[in-house]
């Protein structure tokens, strides 16, 4: 019994001993932080350790390889963390969706497309030169902005001035059977002018049926008065061609206004720029006739309003007949609105137009007449009078 308190004293004074020397060893060769924090009372382990560091950075010193950190850093994941992301990226979508759009095709295309839409066609060109990508839109839309500028501006005047069928559509009976109702009419140096003003179509180009023939004319038309405005308006009078002659200048203008025609054949925005012009032909003929005191004539009702509106709603209303045909510019002094391919029905009061299928009507016509005639009779060069109605023209 006397030998255990003198047994736990030696071993209470050789741990004494462990720890005086190994923190003699660690104020000696370990670094001040070390030996401080020995001072403090770590545990012997401890101690050791940060002496094998020590020492291990002291041999890295000496030439060897140094000790690589690989600690990472703990990433952290909880509920709570994730609640608070998701709150963040719903406040960043937010805020990126309230941000005003900085242009036109910022706008979504619903409302990018009802403001073209209301738009006149001469400022769609403007749109089209302003950047590529508000070109690419509009040309990719066409049809439809098209459609709708029709419906809404001149329903009236895209019944009287339809597009004439282009040659390239036509199938081989419809070519057969053109071929043998005007023969040799078809070829090109047959094709003689009949007007001053009008260049004839090509029968390569568009249909040579009597439909799509006066539907050309009735396009030249458009663009020849409208080019003889400004003369009309400041009382210039138009040059006049004598009888058989055919000046180059004029040759150059009829060709120039035929160039017009054959681009509103393939384009749909210069055909409702052919409808725009003619309006504003019409406004400005109305105008100039009404202030004319010895012109007393019928004529349309039309008011400021009416004009900047921009439509052609005021030519549905009654008035005078509208199929005066100018057989040469000498006639534009009193013409005023023309819209041919419509007659006036008292009885029931509105506009009857000629209908859109005529060209069809006309081809089935002359079909039949090809199947029902011999082979040997003269093939007439001259359409029949049942083929074209009579409001067409008078």
């Known amino acids: 019994m006397p030998a255990t308190p003198s047994t736990s004293r030696s071993g209470r004074h050789s741990q004494s001993s462990i720890v005086s020397d190994v923190s003699a060893v660690n104020v000696v060769v370990g670094p001040p932080e070390i030996a401080n924090t020995n001072a403090t009372g770590i545990t012997t382990k401890t101690k050791v350790k940060a002496t094998v560091l020590y020492e291990d950075a002291g041999a890295a010193a000496d030439g060897l390889e140094p000790l690589v950190d690989l600690t990472q850093a703990i990433p952290l994941h909880s509920k709570k963390t994730d ?7 719903k406040k960043e979508a937010k805020r990126a969706s309230t941000v005003p759009p900085r ?7 619903e409302l990018l497309y009802s403001i073209v839409t209301l738009v006149e066609p001469r400022e769609l060109f403007v749109l089209c030169r302003v950047n590529k990508s508000l070109r690419d839109f509009i040309l990719s839309q066409e049809h439809l902005i098209t459609r709708d500028i029709i419906a809404w501006r001149y329903p009236s005047l895209s019944k009287c001035f339809r597009l004439p069928v282009l040659a390239q559509d036509l199938d081989e009976n419809a070519r057969r059977a053109l071929n043998e109702a005007y023969g040799d009419a078809l070829s090109p140096r047959r094709v003689n002018a009949n007007y001053k003003h009008v260049q004839s179509p090509d029968p390569s180009l568009v249909c040579f049926c009597y439909t799509c023939r006066l539907r050309w004319i009735f396009l030249c038309i458009i663009v020849d008065f409208a080019h003889w405005q400004h003369h009309l308006d400041n009382g210039l009078p ?3 061609i004598p009888r058989g002659a055919d000046p180059d200048w004029n040759k150059k203008l009829v060709a120039e206004h035929a160039q017009v025609v054959v681009k509103a054949l393939h384009s749909q925005l210069w055909y409702v720029r052919l409808l725009q ?4 032909s019409i406004t400005r003929s109305i105008r100039r006739n009404t202030a004319n005191q010895g012109n007393r004539r019928s004529r349309f009702r039309m008011t400021p309003s009416d004009v900047a509106s921009g439509t052609d709603a005021f030519l549905d209303r009654s008035g005078p007949p509208t199929v ?3 057989y040469n510019r000498d006639n534009y002094d009193m013409l005023e609105a023309f819209m041919p391919s419509r007659s006036w029905i008292k009885d029931d009061g509105k506009w009857v137009y000629v209908p859109a299928d005529q060209h069809e009507r006309e081809l089935r016509l002359l079909e039949r007449q090809r199947q029902e005639a011999p082979s040997s009779t ?7 009078a049942a083929l074209v109605p009579r409001s067409m023209i008078f």
């Open 238 to 240: 138009i040059p006049t």
């Open 277 to 280: 012009a003619h309006l504003t």
């Open 103 to 109: 242009g036109m095709l910022d706008l979504p295309y």
């Open 324 to 326: 005066d045909f100018p």
């Open 378 to 384: 003269a093939v007439s060069q001259t359409p029949p």
């Open 83 to 89: 609640r608070k992301q998701k709150r963040r990226d």
